[in-house]
């Protein structure tokens, strides 16, 4: 399910879309419609324009796994775009790729993929030093620290591992946390950044240098 520019919905018409996270399913016109397993929530915001948007509640930003920043497309995409100017309905031109049964397996592919104790501990350690950070209101959840075990492991698991390294954390940090960390008012003022506060947490929770046992 995509909610386009969801920062541009009154926060009913969010709470709404995003009803699918908890409930699987959609409620058009009072008609609720399962969506189906497995199935992926994307929601977009338009960062330019701020007048008329409402931001979304943090507990509603902490449901998504992790957020993205798409920037603008290179030079060579932006040729590619502007040579194929004619096709006026790009959506119409995807094609499946895999199956949703082939998703769900990979998915319990990835359920499957060890972590060590250590690695979990790392984990509920940036999670405590997250709430002492300076100029950080709202720090890690144990929702997040849920969502960077589950990150991980397929992370791993695309990576051809049956067990989870701390460098995937670390390597996971920004898309996992940019959206859970809120910063205080005076944070803007100074102009201190999440991604500022993200790689000063990396740097002040050391990760375990013992060796991650497999099965």
Not at 82 to 109: C, E, F, K, W, Y
Not at 163 to 168: F, G, I, M, S
Not at 173 to 194: I, K, N, S, Y
Request: with cysteine.
């Amino acid at each position: 399910m995509l909610a386009d520019e969801i920062n541009r919905a009154s926060p009913k018409t969010q709470s709404a879309l995003l009803e699918v996270m908890e409930e699987g399913r959609v409620t058009v016109d009072g008609r609720p419609h399962e969506v189906g397993r497995p199935f992926m929530v994307i929601a977009t915001q338009n960062p330019i324009e701020q007048a008329g948007t409402y931001r979304l509640p943090e507990a509603q930003l902490d449901r998504f796994l992790m957020k993205s920043s798409v920037g603008y497309p290179d030079k060579a995409a932006t040729i590619e775009l502007l040579l194929n100017a004619g096709v006026r309905d790009r959506a119409a031109l995807v094609t499946p790729v895999i199956t949703a049964q082939t998703i769900a397996q990979m998915s319990g592919l990835a359920d499957e993929v060890y972590v060590d104790p250590a690695v979990v501990g790392y984990v509920a350690e940036l999670a405590e030093e997250s709430r002492r950070q300076p100029h950080v209101k709202l720090g890690l959840s144990a929702r997040g620290c849920l969502a960077f075990i589950r990150v991980a492991k397929t992370w791993a698991a695309a990576d051809g591992r049956d067990h989870v390294v701390p460098d995937d954390v670390r390597a996971l940090a920004e898309p996992v946390l940019c959206h859970r960390l809120l910063l205080d008012a005076e944070a803007q003022f100074t102009g201190v950044t999440v991604d500022a506060v993200i790689s000063r947490l990396l740097d002040a929770v050391a990760p375990p240098t013992d060796r991650v046992a497999t099965r």
